[in-house]
């Protein structure tokens, strides 16, 4: 069953999205070498005090998770693309670092992700970041009432594949808003056409999750996903509606 939000529902989940942009922002701007993992969730959750929201991942207990998330963000470096805890480790130079997170504004989640280059980092570093980045957008330009949910996994994999690189499969996007993980689920490859149809009211989170040379994860024992060759990968996510007036990116 695929929950359906009223435009003032939508109209809320705008307002928290646009708080968890704006934090997201922050943290990015923050992240350089020497700050911490626990720098950047300490900045996040002093953030949501100041602009009246709950992070939402925070004391979340997925379903087969050993323990409820300790952090307010996910701070994945390099070959970890999600679900990384953050810990005391000290960004460098040339990393890459992922930074998740949801917020919980009136009761109604959204969840949005960026990737960050700390100082210089390769030239292929640069151009996965990028496709990752354009492979997302071509996930939202595929969302329309009316379309599949297939279509706008089709859309993100054929950016990926163009530019030579890879989706991590097992990993997927998802609907969001009355809960943190709602139907549909939304992969990042698929079939044109295939899938749920996407209707007024549905919100979803597209995020695509890109590494340069596999498309398989492992789980490491802090529960976080890595690619399995270990090579570097990088996501974004953002937390788009289905309007009467046409899609609507509320984060
Ligand atoms: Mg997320
Ligand atoms: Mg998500």
Known sequence: M?????????DVM?????????????????????????DIDATARALCKKYGVEPAFLGYRPDGASHPYPAAVCASLNDVVVHGVPYHRQLRS??????????????????????????????????????????????IAATKV?????????????QARKDGF???????GHGVGYELHEDPVI?????????????????????PMLAVSSPDIVQNDDESYSSA?????AHFEHTIALTSHGRRVLT
């Open 94 to 139: 040339g990393d890459v670092l992922k930074i998740d997170m949801g917020v919980i504004y009136q009761g109604l989640y959204t969840d949005s992700a960026t990737t960050v280059a700390i100082g210089p980092v390769a030239p292929l570093t640069r151009r996965l970041i990028a496709s990752t980045r354009s492979a997302l957008e071509a996930g």
């Open 2 to 10: 695929i929950p359906i939000k009223t435009e003032s529902e939508i």
């Open 146 to 158: 009316g379309g599949h949910v297939g279509d706008i996994g089709y859309a993100v994999e054929r």
């Open 187 to 207: 992969f990042n490859y698929g079939k044109r056409h295939a899938g749920p149809v996407l209707k007024e009211g549905m919100v979803i989170a597209i995020e």
């Open 229 to 233: 060759d270990g090579s570097m990968t």
């Open 14 to 38: 705008a307002q928290g999205g646009a708080v968890l942009a704006t934090i997201l922002r922050a943290c990015a701007a923050l992240a350089a070498p020497g700050v911490t993992l626990l």
């Open 166 to 172: 890879f989706v991590l499969r097992g990993l997927t």
